[in-house]
């Protein structure tokens, strides 16, 4: 997805959320200052393959033999901690850093890319984190417009995001183990990012013309972008 077709959709984010495209563009800078530019090749394992992109919910802890079963796994935030204690391989981490930035820096070591995502509010974490962190396995993202190593493959969350990056990247077919939009256990700010992640995945299964399975049931309700 190239940046003009992203950037109404993140106008209408900010606008929602009441956040700052300066600060986003602060934190990007930040991040750029502290990175190489991404080797895209990295991304060759994802293209025509079947890609499980799994979520942080609770219900992953049920799902991680569909996460296991696909050929790729790009894991979301804590994802990639539950799926390893699990025995799963992960093959690409996305986060903002606010949950297990240990296991960030632990995949980096291991030669598993990680996508390290500026924004905001963030910029203590990428400070104190991306330095840790094995600087050839990093791929840096914003949400702002690209500059320099940094880049924007689309979406909001780290789980809408890791999606995108695999549409980027050329997957085949998606699957969403881990995904719980109605998750009652999280605050009132997770609720209206879910939704806005669910809306992220309705207008990408229709970019691609593909139907995600975790949106069966859900469509009708979803506010279209």
């Given at each position: ?32 200052g502290l990175v190489d530019p991404v080797d895209e090749s ?38 990639a901690r539950t799926l390893r204690a699990a025995g799963v391989?992960?093959?690409?981490m996305v986060t903002d850093l606010d949950k297990t930035p ?124």
């Open positions: 997805m190239n940046y003009e077709t992203w950037e109404p959709v993140y106008e209408r984010i900010l606008s929602d959320f009441g956040y700052s495209r300066a600060a986003d563009e602060r934190a990007r800078d930040v991040l750029a990295r991304f060759a394992p994802l293209a025509d393959a079947t890609v499980a992109v799994a979520g942080a919910g609770p219900s992953l802890d049920d799902e991680t033999d569909a996460a296991a079963a696909a050929d790729v796994v790009v894991a979301a935030s804590a994802a391989g992960v093959d690409l240990e296991t960030a820096r632990d995949l980096t070591h291991e030669g598993v890319p990680v996508a390290v995502h500026a924004h905001g509010d963030n910029v203590p974490a990428v400070e104190r984190w991306v330095p840790r962190l094995d600087g050839d396995h990093v791929v840096p993202t914003t949400q702002a417009a690209p500059r320099g190593p940094v880049v924007n493959y689309g979406g909001f969350t780290d789980g809408d995001r890791a999606a995108f990056l695999a549409d980027a990247a050329g997957a085949e077919t998606l699957r969403f183990p881990g995904w719980d939009f109605d998750d009652a256990t999280v605050s009132a700010a997770k609720r209206r990012k879910l939704a806005w992640a669910e809306r992220l995945l309705a207008w990408l299964e229709r970019r691609r013309g593909e139907r995600f399975a975790v949106l069966d049931g859900r469509r009708a309700g979803i506010d279209p972008l």
